[in-house]
């Protein structure tokens, strides 16, 4: 059986990952693989309970690195459950956020650090590491806008600061330029179908599809 791809999309807050891995996933069907679709934080029945503890409630109800050990420990319940073994089935996985999350948002812009970041992923998710990531990157003040008109409850990291907000783009930017051969930067400004081209065009050159 053909191996799946596990393929991330990240970026700060409005940038449009869920519309945009909903349809990457379409169009992977299309092409015909077999797709699994999930999110973090959640993508299994635990982890969804501790995107509860993580999205909602007063910005300052968590240490830092409590913070942190959550968002890692949703992780590696997600990977157990659901990644792991649709990867194994030969599915291709298209994750909306992961890893580099954490990295941007508790390492870059909560200011715990890249070594910290990178040490609890060791020992949580070992060499786990995605095939392709997409970073979709806009601007803090136009991310902000879009995401809080369609908040709904689950928006405490969208009442973080903007100078959070700043720190953690130039976070994922940073990642990007550290890890060309897994990161692919995508301007997110542009219109749905915009912003899908440029993702399915990295997808096939990287991963080899070919979009019918
Ligand atoms: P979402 O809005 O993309 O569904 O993600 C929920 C929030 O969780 C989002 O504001 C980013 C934040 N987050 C982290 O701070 N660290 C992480 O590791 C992950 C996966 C998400």
Do not use: N
Not at 36 to 51: C, F, K, N, S, W
Not at 95 to 116: H, I, N, V, W
Not at 135 to 156: H, N, Q, Y
């Amino acid at each position: 059986m053909a191996g799946g791809k596990f393929i991330t999309l990240e970026g700060g807050e409005g940038t449009g990952k869920s519309t945009q891995a909903a349809l990457l996933a379409e169009g992977l069907r299309e092409a015909g693989k077999d797709v699994t679709v999930t999110r973090e934080p959640g993508g299994a029945p635990g982890a969804e309970q501790i995107r509860s503890l993580l999205v909602e409630g007063a910005v300052e109800r968590w240490d830092p690195m409590t913070e942190a050990l959550l968002h890692v420990a949703a992780r590696r319940q997600h990977l157990e459950e659901t990644i792991q073994p649709a990867l194994d089935a030969g599915r291709w996985v298209v994750c909306d956020r992961f890893a580099d999350s954490t990295m941007a948002y508790q390492g870059y812009g909560l200011g715990l650090g890249r070594d910290a970041m990178a040490g609890l992923h060791e020992l949580a998710i070992g060499g786990m590491t995605p095939d392709l990531t997409v970073v979709l990157d806009l601007p803090v003040e136009t991310g902000l806008g879009r995401a809080t008109a369609k908040s709904g409850g689950e928006d405490r990291y969208e009442r973080m600061d903007a100078e959070f907000h700043r720190r953690l783009r130039d976070g994922f930017l940073d990642i990007a330029r550290r890890e060309p051969e897994r990161c692919a930067v995508i301007d997110a400004l542009g219109a749905i179908d915009a912003v899908q081209a440029a993702i399915r065009a990295v997808v096939g050159e990287r991963l080899g599809v070919d979009w019918p």
